[in-house]
């Protein structure tokens, strides 16, 4: 059985998804002239996207800028968002970078895209060059590791009360339900089943700009849960599991 249809319920739009992406990889795979390298730790993102890579003096890599006609070889930069929080099928996103490396001062690699694809589990998207320049990382990125991993392991009750808000469709079958990703949309929760899962998207009632007013937002959600009733899927999975 494959995975479940995806739900995405006031979500970030692709150049901003595509940049929170960049943001947040600490990673990156570069293929250039023939040779392909996995760089941990080593670039960095302007504001309109560039990407600055700092590699070492015997890099292939480099070599290939410097050698290469116009001092611009074409590469592709393959980033993975990874979901901080142990799912099955941790890889929420990939995001392809194709264009030019140029060399710049100190033997550093500046990178300015020509193309750039965003494949999400509802499909692959070419974002637009202007879109993607000018678009902002959302604005939890940097936090969201933190706050999904912390609402994980501190507060299974909270995410259990969540799936009260859940079509009981949804959740027939499952056997765990684990925060998958959050941005100033909303939560995306994952439920697995035995041999699938999916994902559901809870939108906030308005966007979250910091973790403060996330913190209200969530709030909001776990009222509105604690006044709905529960799942009787989820129950009768419950009772399953006890016998």
Do not use: K, N, Y
């Not at 479940?4 to 947040?24: F, K």
């Not at 590469?75 to 030019?100: C, N, Q, T, Y």
């Not at 959740?171 to 939560?187: K, M």
């Amino acid at each position: 059985m494959g995975d479940d249809s995806h739900s995405w319920t006031a979500a970030p739009a692709a150049a901003e998804r595509a940049r929170s992406v960049l943001a947040a990889a600490w990673s990156c795979s570069v293929t250039a002239e023939g040779t392909r390298e996995e760089l941990v730790g080593a670039h960095t993102v302007t504001e309109d996207g560039r990407v600055l890579v700092d590699v070492p003096g015997d890099s292939a890599l480099l070599g290939a800028a410097i050698c290469a006609p116009r001092g611009e070889p074409s590469a592709v930069l393959e980033f993975a968002d990874v979901a901080p929080v142990p799912v099955r099928s941790r890889i929420r996103a990939r995001l392809w970078l194709a264009g030019w490396f140029t060399v710049e001062e100190e033997g550093r690699l500046a990178f300015r895209a020509t193309r750039v694809v965003l494949r999400q589990p509802s499909g692959a998207v070419v974002v637009d060059l202007d879109d993607f320049a000018a678009a902002t990382p959302d604005p939890l990125t940097t936090a969201e590791a933190r706050l999904l991993t912390h609402l994980a392991d501190c507060h299974a009750d909270a995410v259990e009360r969540l799936t009260r808000l859940v079509d009981s469709d949804s959740l027939h079958g499952a056997v765990r339900v684990q925060p998958l990703a959050v941005d100033r949309h909303g939560l995306t929760l994952r439920i697995e089943r035995a041999r699938a899962h999916g994902d559901v998207r809870l939108a906030f009632h308005t966007p979250a700009d910091d973790v403060s007013q996330l913190t209200e937002r969530m709030h909001v959600l776990l009222s509105q849960a604690t006044a709905a009733a529960c799942p009787r899927a989820l129950q009768w999975q419950r009772t399953d599991g006890d016998r």
